[in-house]
């Protein structure tokens, strides 16, 4: 059964850092994609990066040159690094799992960042 888990959610003041971390396990395919999403109360979900085992990245334009995503092959697993952190930036961020075998959500971490 897979399980994908995040954690480093938070409460920062804006300019601040939290570092997310999504752990998957469950799989041992070796070719997927971990997205993180993110999603403000009463609003739609929104892709917030995403990166392949082999590396590649993608960021909305709303976080570049503020968050990072890096991953780590060994555990399936991937982190985002957010830096210079904006009131707007408060959501609850969702880590997801594609691979050929389907389609996987975390439960979900709250990230507040107060003004």
């Known amino acids: 059964q897979v399980q994908v888990v995040e954690s480093g959610g938070g409460l920062v003041q804006a300019g601040g850092s939290l570092r997310l971390s999504c752990v998957v396990s469950?799989?041992?395919?070796a070719l997927w994609e971990i997205k993180w999403y993110r999603q403000a109360p009463e609003k739609q979900r929104d892709?917030?990066?995403?990166?392949?085992?082999?590396?590649?990245?993608d960021y909305a334009d709303f976080v570049k040159g503020r968050f990072t995503i890096s991953r780590d092959n060994a555990k399936t697993a991937a982190d985002l690094q957010m830096n210079d952190l904006k009131p707007e930036d408060t959501a609850v961020y969702y880590c997801?799992?594609?691979?050929?075998?389907?389609?996987?959500w975390g439960q979900g971490t709250q990230v507040t960042v107060s003004s």
């Open positions: 469950g799989t041992k395919n």
């Open positions: 997801n799992l594609q691979n050929v075998y389907g389609d996987y």
């Open positions: 892709l917030v990066a995403s990166i392949t085992n082999g590396g590649s990245t």
